[in-house]
């Protein structure tokens, strides 16, 4: 029985890595005509109360800074249809709560190269999406 990818969702920060997925999920999807989505998570900010950065401030700035990714994105791929997903918190826990919500076929994302202790102490988002998911992910290379 031949599979059917109806939706994929692409995850996405401001690293050259998730732009390439972001390009590379949205050209496959149009490929077969799949639905999109994008997410893009704005992680909890504590600030920094001695440079005078209370938490709300911070937490704007980041906000900010994933919509202008999001338009970024829009404008970069003007005639496609994309849903926006932008929650607030742990980047792993927050991707796999939109695919329980959104219920995509392919999750898509970049790679990033990671330091041996992040990997070694599971802090890659990828090897978290790797342990929890129940959907195919495609892992993009960067180049």
Same mark, same amino acid.
Request: hydrophobic content about 45%; cysteine-free.
């Given at each position: 029985?031949?599979?059917?990818?109806?939706?994929?969702?692409?995850?996405?920060?401001?690293?050259?890595?998730?732009?390439?997925?972001?390009?590379?999920?949205?050209?496959?999807?149009?490929?077969?005509?799949?639905?999109?989505?994008?997410?893009?998570?704005?992680?909890?900010?504590?600030?920094?109360?001695?440079?005078?950065?209370?938490?709300?401030?911070?937490?704007?700035?980041?906000?900010?800074?994933?919509?202008?990714?999001?338009?970024?994105?829009?404008?970069?791929?003007?005639?496609?249809?994309?849903?926006?997903?932008?929650?607030?918190?742990?980047?792993?826990? /927050? &991707?796999?709560? +939109?695919?329980? !919500?959104?219920? #995509?076929? @392919?999750? %898509?994302?970049?790679?990033?190269?990671?330091?041996?202790?992040?990997?070694?102490?599971?802090?890659?988002? /990828? &090897?978290?999406? +790797?342990?929890? !998911?129940?959907? #195919?992910? @495609?892992? %993009?290379?960067?180049?």
């Amino acid at each position: 029985m031949p599979v059917r990818i109806e939706k994929i969702l692409i995850a996405v920060d401001d690293s050259p890595s998730a732009m390439h997925a972001a390009d590379y999920g949205i050209h496959l999807a149009q490929t077969l005509e799949a639905k999109i989505g994008i997410i893009t998570v704005t992680p909890f900010s504590s600030g920094n109360i001695d440079a005078g950065i209370t938490p709300e401030m911070a937490q704007t700035k980041l906000q900010i800074l994933a919509d202008r990714l999001l338009d970024d994105i829009s404008i970069t791929h003007p005639k496609v249809a994309i849903e926006e997903f932008n929650p607030i918190g742990n980047t792993a826990n /927050e &991707i796999i709560n +939109i695919i329980e !919500l959104w219920n #995509p076929d @392919l999750m %898509v994302i970049g790679h990033h190269t990671h330091s041996a202790l992040a990997k070694f102490f599971g802090l890659s988002t /990828e &090897i978290k999406l +790797i342990s929890h !998911l129940k959907k #195919p992910l @495609l892992i %993009v290379p960067h180049n």
